[in-house]
């Protein structure tokens, strides 16, 4: 950006997610000097961890279905095994693939990133702290991009081995035998309908009496009846108090 005097304004975005990455390219092409400081990969949440790696998933959910009605089309066709890390391999490719092209658009705008945790000082002021020490930042302008993170619920036992965020959800190369989803949110009915689809015995607990509870009533309620005909359970109007190790695995008490 410039400013009234024609001099370049220097600007630091903290975070690289889609606010951050596109506030930061926006202000360059207003002719702005502009630093980027990301302490993991550009693209956040949405990009490496959310949005585009679910639905990539998805697309195997989506053609298991396809296949498992192909003979109201008159197409003979079974499936044999499916093979959860092709899958994965799949997943990382797309991301890697639309990352590297927020990188490119980046260096095409002539951004400096910083790879590295970043700390206000003031608000002309951030260190940056780099697996090569510590960077400072003076700059004109400050935006906060800083994003997301998974939710941990404060439940006894959420810590034990085999609790997952939906980040270790996106990194699993074997198909569980059953897995039970606390919270049956848009991210809750995407990992319910991609682990049904590959063999798992899916349990859903939800807090509210519906799932989705910030949608449409009536939509919910026919998704509601579809995940169920498709052998998802759930247990609606219950909440999570505890999780033990048993000699099958875990057990949620509910």
């Known amino acids: ?4 005097k024609g001099l370049s304004i220097h600007i630091c975005v903290i975070g690289g997610g889609p606010a951050g990455y596109v506030a930061a390219i926006r202000a360059a092409q207003l ?12 693209g956040g949440t949405c990009l490496n961890r959310g949005c585009i790696p679910t639905k990539a998933l998805l697309k195997t ?5 396809m296949i498992s009605k192909s003979k109201e089309l ?7 095994s499916v093979d959860a890390s092709v899958g994965k391999a799949r997943k990382d490719r797309v991301v890697k693939s639309l990352r590297m092209g927020v990188e490119h658009l980046l260096a095409k705008n002539g951004i400096e990133v910083l790879r590295g945790k970043g700390w206000i000082e003031s608000p002309q ?15 004109h302008r400050l935006i906060i991009t800083t ?4 939710l941990i619920p404060d439940i006894p036992g959420i810590r034990l081995e085999g609790v997952m965020t939906s980040d270790e959800a996106l990194e699993l190369t074997k198909i569980p035998e059953s897995i039970t989803i606390i919270g049956a949110g848009a991210i809750g009915m995407e990992f319910a309908t991609l682990f049904n689809s590959l063999g798992s015995k899916v349990n859903v ?15 919910t309620a026919e998704l509601l009846k579809i995940m169920k005909r498709q052998g998802i359970k759930f247990s609606l109007a219950s909440k999570v108090k505890e999780i033990c190790k048993s000699e099958k695995g875990l057990e949620v008490l509910v």
């Open 147 to 150: 994003g997301s993170e998974p």
């Open 205 to 219: 607990v939800e807090f509210q009496e519906t799932i989705l509870p910030n949608e449409d009533k009536e939509i």
């Open 74 to 80: 008159g197409i003979a066709a079974t499936v044999s």
């Open 1 to 4: 950006m410039i400013d009234s």
């Open 61 to 65: 959910s989506e053609v298991l279905s």
């Open 125 to 139: 002021r951030v260190t940056v702290k780099t697996t090569e020490g510590e960077a400072v930042v003076n700059c």
């Open 31 to 42: 002719g702005g000097k502009v630093t980027l400081v990301e302490e993991r990969e550009v």
